[in-house]
């Protein structure tokens, strides 16, 4: 098993911004399509965005979609998601994914991170 660890939640003000990041145990990694998910209490895990092994290729839910960033680094094993002008909903936990084929829902993930949390206030 590939360990993913994210760090960098927190509390931020709304419109404000973090960086979240994933590191990645192992260097083959860098072949993997990678993706972040977000939950909320009494929600669906939902797919928040998404990018293919050499950043070629991007997807970005509606709801994030000019404020979210991923982006990601092969050679140091680190996925980043930069979140900016935060807004009160996307309070949730979020994780880190990587499969062995394209990420469109939870099911094609094959190694999570165990989330980091993300509280917006108003």
């Known amino acids: 098993q590939v360990q993913l660890v994210e760090s960098g939640g927190g509390l931020v003000q709304a419109g404000g911004s973090l960086r979240l990041s994933c590191a990645a145990s192992?260097?083959?990694?860098?072949?993997?399509?990678m993706a972040w998910f977000r939950q909320a209490p009494g929600k669906e895990r939902e797919l928040v965005a998404r990018?293919?092994?050499?950043?070629?290729?991007?997807y970005y839910q509606d709801s994030v979609k000019g404020r979210f960033t991923i982006s990601r680094d092969n050679a140091n094993n680190m996925v980043y998601l930069q979140m900016n002008s935060l807004k009160p909903e996307d309070t949730a936990v979020y994780y880190c994914?990587?499969?062995?084929?394209?990420?469109?829902?939870?099911?094609?993930?094959?190694?999570w991170g165990k989330g980091t949390l993300v509280t917006v206030s108003s």
């Open positions: 990018i293919n092994w050499n950043s070629a290729s991007t």
């Open positions: 994914a990587a499969a062995g084929r394209v990420i469109v829902s939870s099911r094609d993930v094959d190694y």
């Open positions: 192992r260097r083959t990694f860098s072949n993997y399509p």
